[in-house]
């Protein structure tokens, strides 16, 4: 299996370790985990452009990779919930649950299951051999779309989080204590003296 092969199957892992650990369930979610996920994905889209020849073919995989990694980010989304906790002083939260990781389980196993077979399938390999020889497409490619696969469907489960959040209704504001109401409900005046009690009977409800 060729350095590429070997990262791309590397990061499949490490992502599924991310999502198991900050994604499923219940996690908060704010400007810090905002910009660690956002600098994680466009450091690979840099280094995934930086590794990859210019080529017509491992444009077209790049772009692919794109797009399929938007599409499955987008029913992702569909299974993941961006709200305020009243517990945690209304502070944004995501939850996600199985629908949610029995789709990244399936990128990851498809992923798997496809450098798998053409590291140790000699009829996978040499037929997908030849469709590469035939369009002029090298392991640089196939590495960047499954790169760019994963990374977009990082970035587009981040942003849309981002977007649901500034949705959200805004947090109750507690009202600030008026030292000037305090006083006159214990009816005690700055110098300390007891301030005077009038009668504030109701003159309806009394008639």
């Known amino acids: 299996m060729s350095d590429a092969m070997q990262e791309a199957l ?20 704010g400007w810090i985990k905002f910009g660690i996920s956002m600098g994680f994905t466009v450091y690979l889209y840099w280094d995934t452009y930086d590794r990859t020849p210019i080529t017509g073919p491992n444009v077209t995989a790049s ?11 987008y029913f992702l989304m569909t299974k993941m919930v961006v709200y305020r906790n009243p517990q945690k002083k209304y502070k944004v ?9 029995f789709i990244w389980i399936a990128v990851l196993v498809f992923r798997t299951t496809f450098l798998l077979l053409l590291e140790n399938s000699p009829w996978f ?22 790169v760019l696969m994963a990374m977009t469907m990082v970035g587009y489960r981040t942003v849309v989080c981002l977007i649901r959040s500034f949705k959200l209704p805004p947090a109750p504001q507690d009202a600030p204590a008026d030292p000037a109401a305090l006083s006159s409900t214990t009816g005690e005046s700055e ?12 003159p309806v409800a009394s008639a």
């Open 63 to 73: 772009a692919l990779g794109i797009l399929v990694g938007g599409i499955i980010g």
């Open 93 to 101: 939260y995501t939850k996600a649950g199985w629908a949610y990781l």
């Open 10 to 29: 590397l990061l499949s892992g490490g992502l599924m370790t991310i999502v198991l650990l900050t994604q499923v369930g219940k996690h908060g979610f």
């Open 125 to 146: 390999s040499e037929k997908f051999g030849t469709f590469m020889v035939n369009n002029d497409l090298g392991s640089e490619g196939i590495a960047a779309f499954f």
């Open 191 to 202: 110098s300390g003296a007891t301030a005077p009690h009038h009668d504030r009977t109701d």
